[in-house]
């Protein structure tokens, strides 16, 4: 099992910054990406961005330029730095682990962080 701890949330002002933390822990695998979904409400949970073990990194259209991903392995945490923050941000902010081993393809989420955005 792969346990994930998110913090950093909070309530932030339109234009502000918050830095999201998920730490890893449990039964990690070398071959993994690790990345923020979000959900607003009455929204489906969308990918925000990814970071693979290769050095592959993902983001979703409405954050590129804003919103950077990070890992730091060492740490085992993953940070997600969100710049110019928009009242549409607005959602609860879910860490994500996939094992991406072939034969053991799994993945694992954490329980949420709120980010809210006041106009």
């Known amino acids: 099992q792969v346990q994930l701890s998110e913090s950093g949330g909070g309530l932030v002002q339109a234009g502000g910054s918050l830095r999201l933390s998920c730490a890893v822990s449990?039964?990690?695998?070398?071959?993994?990406?690790i990345g923020w979904y979000r959900q607003a409400p009455g929204k489906q949970r969308e990918l925000v961005a990814a970071?693979?073990?290769?050095?592959?990194?993902n983001y979703a259209d409405s954050v590129k330029g804003r919103f950077t991903i990070s890992r730091d392995d060492a740490k085992n945490t993953v940070y997600l730095q969100m710049n110019s923050l928009k009242p549409e941000d607005t959602a609860v902010y879910y860490c994500?682990?996939?094992?991406?081993?072939?034969?053991?393809?799994?993945?694992?989420w954490g329980q949420g962080t709120q980010v809210t955005v006041s106009a």
């Open positions: 994500n682990y996939k094992v991406l081993i072939p034969w053991a393809r799994s993945e694992y």
């Open positions: 449990g039964r990690t695998v070398s071959i993994n990406e």
């Open positions: 970071a693979s073990s290769g050095g592959r990194v």
